[in-house]
C-alpha cells in the first residue's frame, strides 16, 4: 500500500531530513509515527501526500509514483485520502455542516448525497449541538472532531494526521483517537504523526509504532525524548 | 456551475466594498471609452449622411461656350466614379435659390439677371460616396480648364472627416489601453480576493479540487465584475446622451441635418462583451501571477 524505496530528502538549504529510507506499510494498518521537533514527521507525512517529492529513491502511496506524479493528476490521487491537521484547517466563515460538506462540494458530489453524508458524520462525530455554528465559537476538540470528520466523510482508504492532538486536552486526546481507531476498523490506513507519550502507552498492541531519529526509522517501542525538558523543582 | 456562481457570489459579499471600488473605477473606465464611441458614431453618422446627400457642383465660369462644356459633361460623364452629370442653367439655379428662400424668394425670381454662374451637378457612384474620394475629385474637377469653383457638400466635410479618424484611432488606441486599465482593476479584486480565501485554497487543494475547480468562481466574479461595470457605464451613457438629445438636438440638426443617435444593440452587445472580456483578461493576469 505505501512503500519507501531508498527515500532520503534533503532541502535547498543542504539540510538532510530524511536519509535512504525503505518502509511498507499495508492496507489497514494503523501507524503511529514519533520523533523529535524536527526529525522529519512532517516531511514524511508530506510525502505521502505529494506535497513535496523525495530528493532520491521512490514512494509509492496505492499504486502512485510520488516522484513522477504530474501537477493535473494531484487532485484525482488527493481525493483517496484524509488529512488532519494540528491547526485543524477549518474555514473560518464557514459553519461546521459547511466545513464537513467542502470535501464532497470538491467531488461534486450531488446535493442530496452531501446532505445524507454530512448529516450522518455530525453525529458520528457527535457535534449536532453545534452544526450551523463558526468554527471560532468551538472548542479545540470540537474544532479537530469537524477537520477528522471532513477527511473521513468521502471514505478515503488513506488517513493522514500531523499532530492531531498536539493542542489538545488528554481527555479529548483520547476522543479523537476513538474517532480515527473507528475509521481504521472500518478499512482505512492510518499514519499519525504524534507526540502524545499517553496516547502512545495507551495504544492497541496490534498498532504499529515508527520512531524516526537521524534520518531513519526505528521501529517498536522506542524511549521518546520529552519535547521540553521538564523543569526542575527549586 | 451553481458551485461556481454562489462561490462567486459568496466571494464578492464578503469582499464588497473592493468590489464596490473596482467597480466604480472600471465604470469610469469604461464611461470614457463609451464617450469617445458615442463622439465616434455621431460623426461617422454625419459623415455618412453628407457623403450621400451632397452632389458635387461645379460651378463654371461665365465664358465657357457650348461646346466646351460639352466637352466637360463628357470627360464628366466617362469617369468611373462618376454616375450622372447634370447641365443646370444660371436661370434655373436662380430659380431654385428664389423656390429655396420661399415668399422672401420672389423677388429672386422675378430678377431679370442671373446672378448665379452656369454649373454641373455630378451624381456620385455609390460605391464613390466617401469622403476621400469626395475631395480628391473636388481638387480634380477645380484644376479643368473653364471651371470657376467646385462646391463638394458641406464645407465641414473635410475636417469633419480629419477628426473622424482621429476619433477612430483614438477609440482603438485609448480603447486598448482603457481595456487593460479595466482589466488591472478587475485584476487587482481577485488578487484581493485570492489573499482573502488562501486558506481555502490550500484547503481545496488538499481534499482534491482541480485547479479548474478552485479558479472557476474567481473568473465568475471576475466577469461578472466586467460586464456589470459595462451595463453600468451604458446606462450613464444613455442618461447623458437623453439629456444632450432634450437640450442640444434641434442644434444638431440644424448643423448637421441628422438626428443625434445612440448605440445601435449590436454595439451595446460589444460593449458589454469587452467589458466581460476585460474582467476575465483581469482574472486571467491575477490568478497567472498569485495561485501557480
Redesign the interface.
Known sequence: MIWFFQVSKAYSSGQNILHQIDLHVKRGEFVYLTGSSGAGKTTFLKML?AETKPSEGEVIVGGVDIGKLK??Q??????K?G?VFQDF?L???RSVYENIA??L???GRPKYEIRERVEEMIEEVGLQHCAHRLPALLSGGEQQRVAIA?AMIHEPWLILADEPTGNLDPTISNEIFGLFEKANRRGATLVIATHDRQILQQRDPSHRHLHLDKGGFVEGDVEMVPEVEPKESP | MR?MIRHAWRNMI?SWRVVFQTLFMMTVCLLILGAFGFVALQTQNVLKHWESEAPIIVYLKDNLDKKKTGKLLEYLKSLNEVHKVKWVSSRESMKRLGKGLGDKGKIIQELDVSLLPNTIEVELANHSKKTPVILRLQKQFSQLKGVLEVDAGSQWMAPLWKMASWLRTILWGGGALLLLCTSFMAASTIRWSLLLHR??I??????????R?IRAPFYAESIFEGGLSACFALLTLYGTYMILWSHYNGAFVAFTSLPMSFFPVLYMVLFVFGGVIAGFLGCWIALRTHID
Open positions: 501526500y501537477r493535473k494531484l487532485p484525482y490521487f488527493r481525493r485520502l488529512i484547517k474555514l473560518p466563515r467542502f470535501t462540494e470538491v467531488l471532513r | 458551485y464578503e486558506k481555502e490550500e484547503i481545496m487543494r488538499l481534499v482534491g479540487a482541480t485547479e475547480f
